[in-house]
């Protein structure tokens, strides 16, 4: 048996910038991090003479299938294509945050799960080379409208500023923090969840087709990588951090009216008013979580006055997608 272990991510800034669509003709930038909430697929085989199928894998639903093309879940059935396993398998899938959140975890369960594959067949795959892999299965063979900031986090893991150039061209910078200062910044962060799912593929669609219209806007987000980079790795108050992160929450609405609701508008105001200093709604937009970042002199408040919402803390920084067992 393996089992793999891979990360969720937030983005702080950047994104938006990191689809080809953008960055291949005017670069871009994503500045976030893998936490401490993971995705994990365990791999193990099985003789399948004894059954009456050859493959079994395990979601939300169970399927048990003589032959590939019979899988109806996508994507476990492109990544065994892709793998070259055909039969004698069965592959399991739990996370501990639901998907469509705005946390990544469609790419997360990707990388997860090819890394997984890889490593069933004995072929040591990760980092950078599991995340451009990932990318290409997702954008190529999948056909979806997705952004290369999710995979590399789930892959690489960290702390990092992402800079795109092309699909198979992205450079990660480490950021190297004093542990007291990942600490005030750990501690200054609440997700807080709207209770909305959505598919981030179809905001993701519309937010391609308006890249062009968008242009200014993107260029602004993409200079708030470089602002919140000198924040964190520099002195002073973590509290502009949490002013950058309300400045993004402004132009990240003018991208697209649906990338808010007045729910979700109502939720932010409430938080604001509760004592955090700003916040953003996390993934592509339309639902997920929001994140907020919150004074700890007003954590206490700002708990009392959502308390009706369900709220997250999380560790930053975490590892990149790893073999965690073998047997």
């Known amino acids: 048996m393996i089992i793999v272990q891979t990360p969720f991510r937030i983005s702080f800034f950047g994104g938006g910038t990191d689809y080809p669509e953008h960055f291949v003709q005017h670069g871009g930038a994503v500045l976030g991090t893998a936490i401490n909430r993971y995705a994990y697929i365990s791999v193990s085989n099985f003789v399948s003479e004894l059954f009456d199928y050859c493959i079994r894998i395990s979601y939300r639903q169970v399927e048990t299938v003589t ?26 899938y739990t996370a501990e945050l639901p998907s469509f959140s705005g946390l990544g975890s469609s790419s997360s369960f990707v990388v997860c799960l090819l890394q997984a594959l890889h490593a069933y067949k004995g072929e040591f795959v990760q980092g950078i080379k599991l995340a451009y892999e990932a990318i ?8 979806e409208s997705v952004g290369c900031q999710d995979q590399v986090f789930a892959a690489v893991g960290g702390l990092n500023v992402l800079e795109f150039r092309a699909e198979d061209d992205i450079t990660v910078y480490r950021l190297q923090l004093p542990t007291a200062r990942m600490r005030e910044l750990e501690e200054s962060l609440v997700m ?3 209770g909305i799912r959505r598919r981030a593929e179809n905001m993701a669609q519309r937010l391609v087709k308006r890249a062009n219209d968008n242009l200014p806007v993107l260029m602004d987000m ?14 002073g108050s973590l509290t502009a951090f949490g002013e950058l992160l309300h400045e993004a929450w402004v ?33 592509a937009g339309g639902g997920g979580f929001i994140l ?8 206490q408040q700002f708990g009392e006055k959502l308390r009706d919402f369900r709220r997250l ?7 990149g997608s790893q073999v965690i067992h073998t047997s």
């Open 292 to 299: 907020f970042f919150v004074p700890a002199e007003k954590r």
């Open 67 to 92: 032959s590939l093309d019979e899988i109806q879940h996508v994507p476990f059935r492109e990544c065994l294509r892709s793998c070259g396993i055909e039969r004698d398998i069965e592959v399991d």
């Open 192 to 194: 807080v969840f709207t």
């Open 313 to 319: 803390s999380v560790r930053l920084n975490s590892p």
């Open 222 to 235: 993409r200079r708030m990588v470089d602002r919140g980079y000198e924040i964190l790795t520099g002195t």
């Open 136 to 143: 290409d299965l997702e954008r190529r063979v999948l056909g």
């Open 251 to 283: 132009q990240k609405q003018r991208l697209d009216e649906g990338v808010t609701s007045p729910a979700i508008t109502e939720l932010y105001e409430l938080g604001r008013d509760a004592g955090a200093i700003g916040g953003k709604l996390l993934g």
